[in-house]
């Protein structure tokens, strides 16, 4: 590894807590290049995860591909200017969503402050994400976005003094670690403009925990790990029986902080993950895709049949492309991310994808599963995510056919929800499959149901139906897009909201309602930026010059 100096050379002063009135757009403080000699953090006297014994050394660290990017063409659509009228009528709207976010801040402020979740209904905390503060940290870039200054420099100074020493009893999830903490803390100092080192400073020490759940004989990570065994010295293996996007699902935000920092250890690590994904892709059972369950102690990756874009392994295809623009197309290793995407988008397409039959004949589709071979036609909310997937893909790749099935996969969450009783699609449900992905002829269901069966009627804030209607918006520049977020913001904010914030619903499949006592950190952190970002200025985190992670956090993208 380069030699290392800390970020503060004062370590006996913070920095200052001054932020610019002003977005960051482009005057920004964030290297082009990965910085030489490498970064190391000013722990400000807390534990630092570094010195804690290796048991498996490294001789040699992969390196961040260097060199003049590739040429690609713009994600984003080209937007003309819009009429007063229009911008009068979006910014109302955007305006709308920022109320709602905070309102739901405020009552975290007053009630759960540095707490991981507000409790809604009954104005508590929770304690769900090892007791860091999982709300505070996961919220910080949304705070920035919506121009809440003075709120995030509240936010900033609280999130600097949290302790991620080995303090917690039991194991922690690695992986919603990595998402919500590590990206947390590197989309806040992304987008606020690399100013503060104290956000850089802290996205180390997390990474630097996270790192040694890597400390494994073949270098696979220990998903689910107890910090306290580590620093005692125990050994701790890989599962034998592991989800896939808990096991493979940090390389955003890996790479991400090795470009900030030049320290190879992260990307070094991720890049052993990826190619045990790369060299196993075409020997499961379902070639060039991973399934759900994988043992990541030998590794094996080929011995389970259950197969899907949604739940359990989601994350690990929606870095592919992802990871291919991070790296702004540099080399063999972005190279290696755009095969294994072509890969798994082809068998996905052919396995898993499916046409409803619908009432109206809607041109869509459904992300479904495929379990020993055969088509599970089952849909997911989480799953809408691909949709946004599919019309990234294709606009990096320049591959309309992809673009297209992001459209009709954004399109079939939109209907979903439009078609539901309460406006809002459940949590899982299963379809009438379509012979082909031609129309074909309506049955009605029992009750005028669109859903042949609902497996769990649950909405718990999720992001995933919006975040692909705001790629679309932004990828395609057609604003009925915008009106497809409205009418689902409208119903999402009305049927969740409480005395103090907005809460789950046990059963959307019912009128009224009934909520329950959860507000996960990701509707502050993806579900309200995503409604407020779709009504926003289009160069407000562009796509082409920000790589959003699975938790919505904006990376930024190297300068070209």
């Known amino acids: 590894?380069?030699?290392?100096?800390?970020?503060?050379?004062?370590?006996?002063?913070?920095?200052?807590?001054?932020?610019?009135?002003?977005?960051?757009?482009?005057?920004?403080?964030?290297?082009?290049?990965?910085?030489?000699?490498?970064?190391?953090?000013?722990?400000?006297?807390?534990?630092?995860?570094?010195?804690?014994?290796?048991?498996?050394?490294?001789?040699?660290?992969?390196?961040?591909?260097?060199?003049?990017?590739?040429?690609?063409?713009?994600?984003?659509?080209?937007f003309g200017a819009a009429s007063i009228e229009a911008k009068n009528g979006i910014a109302s709207r955007k305006e709308a969503v920022r109320e709602v976010f905070k309102r739901c801040w405020k009552s975290y402020k007053d009630r759960a402050w540095t707490k991981d979740e507000l409790a809604p209904i009954s104005g508590g905390a929770r304690y769900t994400f090892g007791s860091w503060g999982a709300t505070l940290v996961d919220t910080l870039d949304t705070l920035w976005i919506m121009e809440m200054r003075q709120e995030f420099a509240e936010a900033v100074d609280a999130a600097v003094q949290i302790d991620f020493g080995p303090k917690i009893d039991g194991e922690i999830n690695v992986f919603e670690t990595i998402i919500r903490y590590l990206g947390g803390f590197i989309g806040a100092y992304d987008v606020s403009g690399c100013h503060d080192a104290r956000l850089l400073n802290k996205a180390i020490e997390v990474a630097d925990m996270a790192y040694a759940s890597f400390d494994t004989p073949n270098r696979m990570p220990v998903s689910r790990w107890s910090p306290k065994k580590a620093v005692n010295g125990e050994e701790q293996l890989p599962a034998e029986s592991v989800l896939i996007a808990e096991a493979a699902s940090a390389s955003v935000e890996f790479t991400r902080l090795s470009q900030l920092t030049g320290d190879m250890r992260y990307f070094d690590a991720i890049s052993r993950v990826t190619n045990v994904l790369d060299k196993q892709q075409g020997s499961t059972k379902l070639p060039g895709m991973w399934p759900i369950s994988v043992n990541m102690r030998k590794p094996d990756l080929t011995f389970d049949g259950f197969f899907g874009l949604g739940a359990m392994a989601d994350s690990v295809y929606e870095y592919l492309p992802k990871m291919h623009q991070l790296l702004n197309g540099i080399g063999p290793v972005a190279a290696q991310y755009h095969r294994m995407y072509?890969?798994?988008?082809?068998?996905?397409?052919?396995?898993?994808?499916?046409?409803?039959?619908?009432?109206?004949?809607?041109?869509?589709?459904?992300?479904?599963?495929?379990?020993?071979g055969k088509r599970d036609d089952k849909g997911q909310h989480l799953v809408c995510f691909a949709g946004g997937m599919f019309a990234l893909g294709g606009r990096l790749f320049e591959n309309t056919t992809h673009i297209d099935i992001g459209r009709r996969i954004s399109e079939g969450c939109a209907w979903t929800y439009k078609n539901a009783p309460n406006g809002i699609m459940p949590e899982v449900f299963s379809m009438t499959a379509c012979p082909t992905w031609s129309a074909c002829d309506y049955t009605s269901q029992p009750d005028s149901s669109p859903f042949s069966e609902v497996g769990d009627g649950r909405y718990v804030l999720r992001p995933e139906a919006i975040e692909s209607i705001f790629y679309m918006y932004r990828i395609t520049g057609e604003a009925k897009y915008q009106d497809i977020a409205w009418e689902m913001f409208q119903a999402v904010s009305s049927h969740t909201r409480t005395e103090f914030a907005n809460a789950a619903i046990r059963d959307v499949m019912k009128t009224p309602v009934e909520k329950y006592d959860s507000m996960e950190s990701f509707w502050l952190a993806e579900t309200l930026k995503y409604f407020y970002l779709i009504f926003s200025e289009p160069d407000e985190i562009s796509l082409d010059d920000f790589v959003l992670n699975t938790e919505a956090h904006p990376f930024r993208i190297p300068s070209r």
């Open 1 to 78: 590894m380069s030699p290392i100096f800390p970020i503060n050379d004062h370590k006996d002063s913070a920095p200052s807590t001054t932020v610019s009135p002003d977005p960051l757009r482009s005057s920004h403080a964030c290297p082009t290049t990965p910085p030489t000699p490498a970064l190391i953090p000013d722990t400000q006297g807390r534990f630092d995860w570094r010195t804690i014994p290796r048991r498996h050394s490294i001789d040699q660290y992969s390196q961040l591909p260097l060199g003049k990017p590739s040429p690609r063409p713009s994600v984003q659509h080209t």
């Open 342 to 372: 072509e890969y798994a988008m082809s068998t996905a397409i052919t396995h898993t994808l499916f046409r409803p039959m619908v009432h109206d004949n809607a041109d869509i589709l459904i992300a479904g599963a495929n379990v020993d």
